[in-house]
């Protein structure tokens, strides 16, 4: 998750997601083991962390999310030059929980524009800080 000031991802050549205002550019990685459950909790914690400028939360300044799916969050690279993605769960349990996620955002009360599941996407972002977390559930 970072704080940016702008961001956007295209897909052959196409915006298909943008921040409409300084935001949150959330990379969202899925595991064999996570679960809505996980999704809702993640969804709460983004949306009320307080990060913004000024220490206020995404909540408290009505702040727009750009969600973007990447499964090479989860690579393996401990061992010889190319990295693992058996962390990664496949497509069809990931795509799911990023749209759960996506969905309790948006039932949160967010402003979520999004990437393409599984499409080579093209992102672009102003990290403001800059300020770069990982969470985890």
């Known amino acids: 998750m970072q704080r940016a000031s702008t961001g956007q991802v295209s897909v052959d050549g196409e915006v298909v997601g943008r921040l409409p205002s300084a935001g949150l550019v959330v990379l969202a990685g899925v595991t064999h083991t996570d679960t809505a459950t996980d999704a809702q909790k993640l969804a709460d914690k983004v949306w009320n962390l307080r990060i ?8 408290d300044a ?17 061992k010889g030059r190319r990295p693992s993605w058996g962390d990664a769960a496949p497509g069809p349990i ?29 992102v672009s972002l102003v990290n403001d800080g800059p300020v770069t977390l990982i969470l985890e559930s």
């Open 62 to 78: 009505q702040a727009p999310v750009l969600v973007i799916s990447q499964f090479t969050l989860y690579a393996d690279t401990r």
């Open 94 to 122: 990931a795509e799911p929980l990023v749209d759960a996620f996506v969905e309790a955002l948006r039932g949160l009360g967010a402003h979520v524009e999004t990437g393409r599941f599984g499409a080579h996407m093209h």
């Open 52 to 59: 913004l400028d000024g220490e206020v939360s995404c909540a």
